[in-house]
């Protein structure tokens, strides 16, 4: 094990790798041609809400600590850029996805590569820009194993906001796939057909 890093932060920079690889192996899937399925589209959506808010409480908690009751002034912009980031991105998706029916009966999407690219560099660069102020043994601790000087938690919060942007694109990623696939539906013969059952004694 390298010296400076416990046991317990290599877990979480696995835990951190295996998401950035799901963003990723999602990213490829979505430019080729993935299935249409709410329930997945929302599942991770929901996953990275999670993510965000204990990376949010962990930067909200330094930020108290250092500013006092100024640092709960925070809450407003990491609460507004999500959502405007969401309100934004969803009608361009709803206009730019493809659907398709395929074989299998089943719809298909594709998205062109630069909104899920987006949205996972935002998410790395948190990361990464976190390991560069704390150091890598301290980075995925929540909260902050110390307060942070003022110079370090202004770029926690810069890059919070960003991952708070790569949350709304995520999320108005998935509504607009939503939207896309309810109005494509409803044409003429794009709804989801089951496969049809054999034929008796056939």
Do not use: C
Request: aromatic share 12%; net charge neutral.
């Amino acid at each position: 094990m390298a010296a400076g890093i416990s046991s317990s932060t290599e877990t979480e920079v696995i835990l951190l790798a295996l998401i950035v690889f799901i963003l990723v192996r999602r990213t490829v899937l979505m430019v080729q041609g993935t299935r249409f399925a709410p329930m997945r589209l929302f599942a991770f959506a929901g996953v990275y809400v999670l993510l965000f808010i204990a990376l949010a409480f962990a930067t909200l908690y330094a930020a108290v600590g250092t500013w006092r009751l100024e640092g709960y002034l925070l809450v407003l912009p990491y609460a507004a850029v999500p959502v405007v980031g969401a309100i934004a991105v969803a009608p361009y998706v709803q206009r730019i996805v493809h659907f398709e029916l395929r074989p299998d009966g089943a719809a298909y999407y594709q998205l062109s590569w630069h909104i899920p690219a987006l949205y996972l560099a935002l998410f790395v660069t948190r990361f990464v820009a976190e390991i560069v102020v704390y150091g890598p043994s301290a980075a995925f601790d929540v909260p902050p194993p110390a307060p942070p000087s003022t110079e370090a938690l202004y770029v926690l919060i810069g890059v919070d906001l960003l991952f708070a942007l790569s949350l709304g694109l995520l999320v108005g990623r998935g509504l607009g796939v939503y939207r896309a696939h309810r109005a494509w539906a409803e044409t003429a013969g794009n709804s989801p057909k089951p496969p049809s059952p054999p034929l008796a004694g056939g």
